[in-house]
């Protein structure tokens, strides 16, 4: 595996590959990987011929007080994961190089930006969706890959790609899980050891979210009131929201309809650490 730093080396090196009839696959990360990350990479790996995985920590979706200076570095770890999981390149583009001095350009999504993670994080989607036009700008892939723990990420990616007629085949990877439920995320290294055990509580409601709407349930604030109840047994944990949305629109869904899908996501603290997780249902 190569790694490249500069922009216009990594321009040169994805149109080389283009030239040869080679396919690329492109998986964006902020680095500290973990199995959720490796899993993408691998999926990626099976829809393209060549893959590229980026690192990059990106300072403008960090709001005030967040966590942009401490988030998890490890580079080194990162290049033999990266490469033990089939990434032909790893892009780590500089801070400067990605935000030169004076620069003014942004992208944003409406509308669905505004709502959950977006409400909580107003300037959160506006650095997502800049850096990641930037990166799909610089590489050019046939594919990108996401993954669902994101969920709000993905549909406002999915809505940019086909608002600017971008060329790129959006593919999502499942959720990565730990033994207990936990979903894999760098922040989880955070987590005091208390936290990390009172922390299974957000698979566990997302388990009593299903099967509440498998076996009939279809208001919206029932299904969310038993959340918050089974959340707020914990100690530490202090939600910061709890919804059933429409996973298209992101919209708040009052009465879940039949033959419908719908993306049932929190955010929730746990002392310092704010983790988010989701789940996908299909009502049949």
């Not at 990594?10 to 696959?25: F, P």
């Not at 992101?250 to 955010?267: N, P």
């Not at 650490?273 to 299909?282: E, G």
């Amino acid at each position: 595996m190569k790694i490249v730093a500069a922009i216009r080396e990594m321009q040169d090196i994805a149109r080389g590959q283009r030239l040869k009839g080679d396919t690329i696959g492109f998986v964006p990360t902020m680095g500290f990987l973990h199995e959720g990350h490796l899993s993408l990479i691998r999926l990626a790996k099976s829809r393209a011929d060549k893959i590229i995985t980026s690192i990059f920590v990106n300072p403008t979706q960090f709001g005030p007080g967040e966590d942009f200076s401490r988030y998890p570095r490890n580079l080194k770890g990162d290049t033999q994961l990266a490469d033990s999981a089939g990434s032909d390149y790893l892009f780590v583009p500089e801070g400067a190089d990605i935000y030169p001095e004076g620069y003014g350009t942004f992208v944003q999504v409406e509308e669905m930006t505004a709502v959950l993670e977006g409400k909580s994080r107003p300037t959160h989607f506006r650095g997502v969706t800049t850096v990641v036009a930037k990166l799909l700008n610089i590489i050019q892939p046939d594919v990108a890959v996401f993954g669902q723990k994101d969920a709000q990420q993905v549909v406002v990616i999915k809505k940019m790609v086909r608002d600017l007629n971008m060329g790129v085949e959006i593919v999502v990877g499942p959720i990565v899980r730990e033994p207990d439920g936990l979903a894999m995320s760098s922040r989880n290294v955070y987590l005091s050891p208390t936290e990390r055990t009172e922390s299974r509580v957000l698979y566990q409601s997302l388990l009593q979210a299903r099967d509440l709407v498998l076996k009939g349930e279809r208001r919206g604030s029932v299904v969310i009131d038993a959340m918050k109840k089974t959340i707020s047994t914990v100690p530490s944990a202090a939600i910061d929201y709890i919804s059933v949305s429409d996973p298209e629109t992101l919209r708040d869904i009052s009465t879940i309809k039949e033959g419908s899908s719908v993306l049932v996501s929190l955010a929730v603290r746990f002392g310092t650490t704010r983790l988010i997780d989701n789940i996908l249902l299909t009502i049949s």
